[in-house]
């Protein structure tokens, strides 16, 4: 193996939080960065969504996902970043050493500063513990996207899909432009994970049936899937004996939730969050280790590409600023702490010494809420108030503090209740 080169700043992953974060770090006086993607082309999982909605709050119009990818590649291009594909980067450690693999071998880099912009993955099958035989036809809904927008192939003709989560009702849709049957959307919370206009442009315009509050309980089929038996479930989730039904299909979709990729972030011993799954940050998004910064689908899963953009951006000033040395030394880091219906929130922690003016906390509530409200407490004075007519858990949310009301504080609480 050669020698370890030297780098200021290594992105590793080139989909639209990688990219901003480069184009950001570069902006802000990086000139020696470099950017790995394991793919063969940057873009990220942008590529694979040819459907519109992306890009409304960056750039005022809706774009598909390979068009707002290309206003960045097109930066990266014109910004002369240097980026490798076919290169997957397969070991971190909290020295910054990075060890990547490609066409011409193993290869090592020793950086000042890491921006890990890996993306997340889609939970499979055997995490999900649904009894029935293995057949063919099962798919996570993000394979049988690349498999039908990029590959050009049908996973099947009657398709059920279990989760609805953005990409399954997004694959829904898909399913039947191509000329699918898609008999129902089987969801075991009683609310959808998606946006609500997806439920509304990808399940109502089309008659798709959503089934809250469903479970799939049974698959059926050796070769290939021929039926599931679906079933209500009760408030613990548990299915209700005598609510099943079976549908007859060829295609299980699951569309089950999605997992940050952070086997490297592990690697290099960053502290992992118990419910985003991706690393603790603070105010600059850095991690626990000193130098490595996390942004977009690693650090938690967004709904809009716009905020993985933005949030980026914050990572690659901020890693700018360490590399130049002119990011302020940690001093006293205070938790979020999130209370009500409140799961978590990004940053977990700020130093409010260290924070820039303006500084935006972004979370998720863990229920729907009908006429919300979302206080900021910063000891024991409300800092930020707001009225929401509704919080769901497949919509992001977001506060923004000001430095000054939490400069001096001891406590910083988010929460969020019913009215
Ligand atoms: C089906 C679907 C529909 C969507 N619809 C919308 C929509 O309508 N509107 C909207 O705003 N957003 C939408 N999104 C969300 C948006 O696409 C994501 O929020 C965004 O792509 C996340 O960006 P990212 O850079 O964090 O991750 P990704 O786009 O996943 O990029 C991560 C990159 O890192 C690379 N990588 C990972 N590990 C390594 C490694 N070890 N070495 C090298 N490279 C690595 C990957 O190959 C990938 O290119 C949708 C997402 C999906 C999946």
């Given at each position: 193996?050669?020698?370890?080169?030297?780098?200021?700043l290594?992105?590793i992953?080139?989909?639209?939080?990688?990219?901003?974060?480069?184009?950001?770090?570069?902006?802000?006086?990086?000139?020696d960065?470099?950017?790995?993607?394991?793919?063969?082309?940057?873009?990220?999982?942008?590529?694979?969504?040819?459907?519109?909605?992306?890009?409304?709050?960056?750039?005022?119009?809706?774009?598909?996902?390979p068009?707002?990818?290309?206003?960045?590649?097109?930066?990266?291009?014109?910004?002369?970043?240097?980026?490798?594909?076919?290169?997957?980067?397969?070991?971190?450690?909290?020295?910054?050493?990075?060890?990547?693999?490609?066409?011409?071998?193993?290869?090592?880099?020793?950086?000042?500063?890491?921006?890990l912009?890996?993306g997340?993955?889609?939970?499979?099958?055997?995490?999900l513990?649904?009894?029935g035989?293995?057949?063919?036809?099962?798919?996570c809904?993000?394979?049988?996207?690349?498999?039908?927008?990029?590959?050009?192939?049908?996973?099947?003709?009657?398709?059920?899909?279990?989760?609805?989560?953005?990409?399954g009702?997004?694959?829904?849709r898909?399913m039947?432009?191509?000329?699918?049957?898609?008999?129902?959307?089987?969801?075991?919370?009683?609310?959808?994970?998606?946006?609500?206009?997806?439920?509304?442009?990808?399940?109502?315009?089309?008659?798709?049936?959503?089934?809250?509050?469903?479970?799939?309980?049974?698959?059926?089929?050796?070769?290939?899937?021929?039926k599931?038996?679906?079933?209500?479930?009760?408030?613990?989730?548990?299915?209700?004996?005598?609510?099943?039904?079976?549908?007859?299909?060829?295609?299980?979709?699951?569309?089950?939730?999605?997992?940050?990729?952070?086997?490297?972030?592990?690697?290099?011993?960053?502290?992992?969050?118990?419910?985003?799954?991706?690393?603790i940050?603070?105010?600059?998004?850095?991690?626990?280790?000193?130098?490595?910064?996390?942004?977009?689908?690693?650090?938690?899963?967004?709904?809009l590409?716009?905020?993985?953009?933005?949030?980026?951006?914050?990572?690659?000033?901020?890693?700018?600023?360490?590399?130049?040395?002119?990011?302020?030394k940690?001093?006293?880091?205070?938790?979020?702490?999130?209370?009500?219906?409140?799961?978590?929130?990004?940053?977990?922690?700020?130093?409010?010494?260290?924070?820039?003016?303006?500084?935006?906390?972004?979370?998720?509530?863990?229920?729907?809420?009908?006429?919300?409200?979302?206080?900021?407490?910063?000891?024991?004075?409300?800092?930020?108030?707001?009225?929401k007519?509704?919080?769901?858990?497949?919509?992001?949310?977001?506060?923004?503090?000001?430095?000054?009301?939490?400069?001096?504080?001891?406590?910083?609480?988010?929460e969020s209740?019913?009215?």
């Open positions: 193996m050669e020698q370890a080169k030297k780098k200021q290594v992105v992953g080139g989909g639209p939080a990688g990219l901003a974060a480069a184009l950001a770090a570069r902006k802000n006086g990086v000139q960065l470099l950017i790995l993607e394991r793919d063969e082309q940057l873009g990220g999982i942008l590529n694979q969504c040819i459907h519109n909605g992306f890009g409304l709050h960056t750039f005022h119009e809706e774009l598909t996902g068009e707002y990818a290309a206003r960045y590649i097109e930066q990266i291009e014109h910004e002369k970043i240097d980026y490798l594909l076919n290169t997957m980067v397969i070991d971190l450690d909290d020295k910054k050493n990075i060890t990547f693999i490609n066409q011409n071998g193993v290869q090592r880099i020793q950086a000042q500063a890491v921006i912009a890996m997340c993955r889609e939970r499979p099958r055997g995490a513990n649904i009894p035989y293995r057949p063919a036809g099962i798919y809904a993000g394979t049988a996207q690349k498999l039908v927008n990029i590959d050009g192939l049908m996973p099947g003709k009657n398709v059920v899909i279990l989760g609805s989560g953005d990409i009702l997004i694959m829904a898909r039947r432009l191509e000329g699918a049957n898609v008999h129902a959307v089987v969801e075991i919370m009683p609310y959808s994970g998606g946006l609500k206009r997806n439920i509304v442009q990808c399940l109502d315009d089309f008659d798709i049936p959503l089934k809250l509050s469903h479970t799939i309980t049974n698959i059926e089929g050796k070769e290939r899937v021929k599931v038996t679906i079933a209500k479930v009760d408030k613990d989730r548990h299915p209700i004996s005598g609510t099943e039904e079976t549908i007859e299909c060829d295609t299980l979709l699951l569309s089950c939730g999605l997992i940050p990729e952070n086997e490297l972030s592990e690697k290099a011993c960053i502290q992992i969050h118990d419910i985003t799954h991706g690393p940050v603070d105010e600059s998004l850095e991690t626990n280790v000193e130098g490595i910064f996390a942004c977009g689908n690693v650090l938690h899963v967004h709904d590409v716009d905020f993985v953009s933005r949030e980026a951006e914050h990572a690659g000033i901020k890693a700018a600023q360490y590399v130049l040395n002119t990011l302020p940690k001093e006293t880091e205070i938790e979020i702490e999130t209370k009500g219906v409140v799961r978590y929130c990004v940053p977990a922690k700020i130093d409010p010494k260290r924070m820039d003016d303006l500084q935006v906390i972004r979370f998720r509530v863990g229920k729907v809420l009908k006429d919300g409200a979302i206080y900021v407490w910063a000891d024991d004075r409300c800092i930020f108030h707001r009225q007519k509704i919080l769901t858990p497949g919509e992001m949310e977001q506060v923004i503090l000001k430095k000054k009301d939490v400069e001096y504080a001891k406590t910083i609480r988010i209740e019913e009215m």
